[in-house]
Antibody, heavy 122, light 112 residues
Framework: QVQLVQSGSELKKPGASVKVSCKAS????????MNWVRQAPGQGLEWMGW????????TYAQGFTGRFVFSLDTSVSTAYLQISSLKAEDTAVYYC???????????????WGRGTLVTVSS | QSVLTQPPSVSGAPGQRVTISCTGS?????????VHWYQQLPGTAPKLLIY???NRPSGVPDRFSGSKSGTSASLAITGLQAEDEADYYC????????????FGTGTKVTVL
C-alpha cells in the first residue's frame, strides 16, 4: 500500500550525528516532493524544508541550514535527513511527508511517515 | 515561531459543533493562499483532514468542513465524537523568506 516507513528511534550524545530514513512504497517516488517536519516534545509542527525527488535539489527553511542535510537514494525510493553536531534542542520527532499540489502555493502534505524520535542526551 | 495563530484549546460535548480559527497575515492566508488542516491523534502522525480550504480527502467524514475568508480560516466539526479528541493544525504557504510552508500553533480539541 501507499506508505512512508521511517527508521526507528535514536538516542545520541551531543555533538554526534544522526541519519533518519524515510522509505516510500506504493507510488512513484520521484513524482512527489518529500518534506521534513519537526515536532519538539509537547510542541507544534515546524516545516524544515523539502527535497525535489526528481532533481535531488533540497530547500531548507530558515533555522535548518548548516547542520541539516536532505538527501535521496532513488534506487530504493528513500529520503534521508541527516543532522550533525546534535544539540539537546534537536530532541524531537522528525516526520517525512509527501507533498501534493499543482503549484508550490497549493502544496499540502497528504502522506506522512510515523515519525522518528531523536533524543539528544549525554 | 508559527505565523498562523490558533486558539490553544476548544471543547464540546458529544454531538455539538465546534470551530477552530486560524489567523494569518498578508503574506499567507491574506494573500489568497490555500489553507489545509491536519488532525493529530495522540501519539500518532498528523493526517490530512482538509485541503485547499474546504476539500476533504477520501475517507474523511463530512462532519469536518473548512472555510476561508480574508486573513483567516476555520475548521468546523459538527456532531462531535469522542474519537475527534486530537490536536488540529492549519497550514498554508507563506511568501516571506523564512519558510515556504507554515503551520498554525495547534488546537487541542477536548470532547467533554
Amino acid at each position: 500500500q501507499v506508505q512512508l516507513v521511517q527508521s526507528g528511534s535514536e538516542l545520541k550524545k551531543p555533538g554526534a550525528s544522526v541519519k533518519v530514513s524515510c522509505k516510500a512504497s506504493g507510488y512513484t517516488f520521484i513524482s512527489y516532493g518529500m518534506n521534513w517536519v519537526r515536532q519538539a516534545p509537547g510542541q507544534g509542527l515546524e516545516w524544515m524544508g523539502w527535497i525535489n525527488t526528481n532533481t535531488g535539489n533540497p530547500t531548507y527553511a530558515q533555522g535548518f541550514t548548516g547542520r541539516f542535510v536532505f538527501s535521496l537514494d532513488t534506487s530504493v525510493s528513500t529520503a534521508y535527513l541527516q543532522i550533525s553536531s546534535l544539540k539537546a534542542e534537536d530532541t524531537a520527532v522528525y516526520y517525512c511527508a509527501r507533498d501534493r499540489g499543482a503549484t508550490a502555493e497549493e502544496v499540502h502534505f497528504d502522506l506522512w511517515g510515523r515519525g522518528t524520535l531523536v533524543t539528544v542526551s549525554s | 515561531q508559527s505565523v498562523l495563530t490558533q486558539p490553544p484549546s476548544v471543547s464540546g460535548a458529544p454531538g455539538q459543533r465546534v470551530t477552530i480559527s486560524c489567523t494569518g497575515s498578508s503574506s499567507n492566508i491574506g494573500a489568497g493562499y490555500d489553507v489545509h488542516w491536519y488532525q493529530q491523534l495522540p501519539g500518532t502522525a498528523p493526517k490530512l483532514l482538509i485541503y485547499a480550504n474546504s476539500n476533504r480527502p477520501s475517507g474523511v467524514p463530512d462532519r469536518f468542513s473548512g472555510s476561508k475568508s480574508g486573513t483567516s480560516a476555520s475548521l468546523a466539526i459538527t456532531g462531535l465524537q469522542a474519537e475527534d479528541e486530537a490536536d488540529y493544525y492549519c497550514q498554508s504557504y507563506d511568501s516571506s523568506l523564512s519558510a515556504f510552508y507554515v503551520f498554525g500553533t495547534g488546537t487541542k480539541v477536548t470532547v467533554l
